[in-house]
């Protein structure tokens, strides 16, 4: 997956100026930097919810994806249970007017088990706690088994133990084979990360690679 010289405005607003990225497969990136780096930005152009206005953007293969947001970008009044939002994880595997399978319903189980909701199913979204409703995103975003799984800040407002739950959660996407890219400034993270990823003001500040120094971004 390339970014190439891509540049992102919003409203006028450069956001990304001029970034070049390659997204190695099956490897966890995470991207750091400031706020308002472009993080989210970047992470919007690669789940192609954003287009640049110039540079490119290539896919390897048509890729399934996935995005986890931060829950301060979804209402807190939206009217859906923990088993309602991650079982919206399976629609696009079922189709719109498609029935769940039990293959599916098992897979909505075991994702709210992952993140440690067992026994909130039917609880609204709106009488979570900040870090509870995080987690049934983040369960959500598992659901849909994505080729790439993108996750923006997901472990904001956790407790440690379960910060820890998440970034070993993020290890068991990568060994399921997904491409896994997350912005985060939590060292937990940071820690796992195969490469790192930093912006600063729009622009490619520099690429970390545990894979050594003969891989460049
Ligand atoms: N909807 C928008 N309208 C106008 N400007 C925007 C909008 N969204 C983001 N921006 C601007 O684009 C730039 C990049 O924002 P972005 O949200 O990508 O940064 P970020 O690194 O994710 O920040 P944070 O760490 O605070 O989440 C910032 O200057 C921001 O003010």
Known sequence: MLLD?????????????GVSVAVQPGALTVVAGP???GKSTLLA??????????????LPHPASTALVVQRSDVPDRL?????????MGRWARAGLFGRLRAGDRRIVEESI?????TGFEGRPLRAL????????????????????LLLDEPTTGLDAGTRDVVVGLLALEKARGA?????????????????TIRLDEGRFLVGDSRAGPHHTF
């Open 5 to 17: 010289d891509v540049w992102l405005d919003h409203d006028g607003v450069d956001a990304l100026r």
């Open 35 to 37: 706020n308002g780096s």
């Open 45 to 58: 152009v690669l789940a192609g919810l954003l287009v640049p206005r110039r540079g490119s953007v290539s």
């Open 79 to 87: 009217p859906l249970t923990v088993h309602d939002a991650v079982t």
């Open 113 to 117: 088990a992952a993140v440690g909701l």
């Open 129 to 148: 706690s900040g870090g509870q409703r995080q987690r049934a995103f983040l369960a959500q975003g598992l659901a849909q088994r994505a080729d790439l």
């Open 179 to 195: 491409t896994v890219v997350c912005v985060s400034h939590d060292d937990a993270v940071l820690g796992a990360a195969d490469r």
